[in-house]
């Protein structure tokens, strides 16, 4: 049997601390490093929407010099890659109707300065990704406006979107062109947006069976994944694929990773419900019962076209209400915690953690989305201010440096769970498992990492119980409990993450 070691939780293993130099860096423990390298697409990511998040220049557009110049809140947050929203020309505030895709939006800075921010957040083990906007362009870019053959008849996103046709081999070699253009670039991955879109030859249904809409795009995809990884084998894919759970399971052929909304609606219900016991612990079950099924099916379906999956759970993104609008205080934690125990590349919104509100408005004076997007709190010259529009809509949220220098803010808890997985292997890179335990309002399951001879378990419990629940640490360590210091008895609508000795 291999031999069980205990990790001791070290909160900035790998990280740069702050004005120190390079012969005060932090060093990585050995195993961690092993891991990180036998798993180099696994991370904690976190996503940016440019124009809102730091302003380096002060015309009140956040760019890319100034997320540079940040770079090391990221690390202090727990984070390890960053999912940039679309960073190219585009008609549109938000940029999902791209112009041109080979260059970089003016208003974020010039392609010298993102490749500086590539250059720098490797320096930083910080991975960039960008969203690659495959199924659509602007009606003015040049394409359109020169060589329609290259779309299609029908548009879900409306005529200003007007879609790629995806049936023509120019076209899946140009956006072909186009990925390995921004890997030279330094780009380490893709979030493919409105994946379920490419091959549309009538008004999208999620249906089942498949239809062959969905057929040609699994294989496009399958195609495309294969000559990139050809390009740089640690390449990384995750696709949008907004749909029914079933439905979208076939994608996972295509990708290395799917956002698993499913599990983020589930997530955000359990956490507002009323305490009612057994639909909580269902919920939750039910929940993690996904997981294992996702895994079984992939295990056993899918051996021999991606054999790597790695799930992709978050909570709120950019189409959504955020999760501080939904959720009190106490729920949003409770939503965290449920999320951080979870297997795969855990995504972060950015400004969650800060506990941003924003929801989507009614259209008056033409604000829809914009109200989901609003500028970061930094509390210092780096906020933006790019949305007039926006003033009415932007709640007050405590501002990060205020957050930083409270201990029990979400902030800090964030911080905390975060680097709580980077520095359990069994939390980032482990396989899941559910306990029963004795009461069907407790909620249980183990996370178990092994490489090499090494081998780790991490044990996570979620109490639904309208009162305390007495629990022995014979045999564990605890890393981590909702109110501090764990006495024997978890309290209601808790969580406890352990470590075994």
Known sequence: MK???????????????????????????????QFREAYPRHNNYYQVFVRSFADSDNDGIGDFEGIRQNLSYFKELGINALWLLPIHPSASYHGYDVTDFYDVNEEYGTMQEFEALVSDAKKMDIDITIDMVLNHTSDQHPWYLSNRDWYTQFSYFGGWMPELDYSKPEVKEEMLKVMKFWIDKGVKGF?????????????????LPASQDMLLSIDYFKFLRAQLRQYDQDVYMVGEVWTTKDYSASFYQGFDSLFNFDVSDRIIDIAKGSNSGYKYINDVNQTYRAFQNVMDAYNNQFVGQNEVYIDAPFLRNHDQDRTASILNETQNQFALELLMGLPGNTYLYYGEELGMKGIKSDGTDDIWDETRRLPFVWGNEFETDWCSKCINYDINTEDYLTQKNNPNSLFNTYKTLLNLRNSQPALKYGQFEIIETSSSLISAYKRTATLNDYQQEVVVYHNFLTSNFEFSLDGYDVLYYTNGEYNGQMAPRTSLYLVKK
């Open 3 to 33: 031999k069980i070691l205990l990790m001791i939780l070290i909160m900035t293993f790998g990280v740069f601390l702050i004005g120190c130099d390079k012969d005060e860096q932090v060093k990585e423990d050995p195993i961690l490093t």
């Open 191 to 207: 979030r493919v947006d409105a994946a379920v879109h490419i091959f549309n030859s009538r008004p999208y249904v999620n249906d």
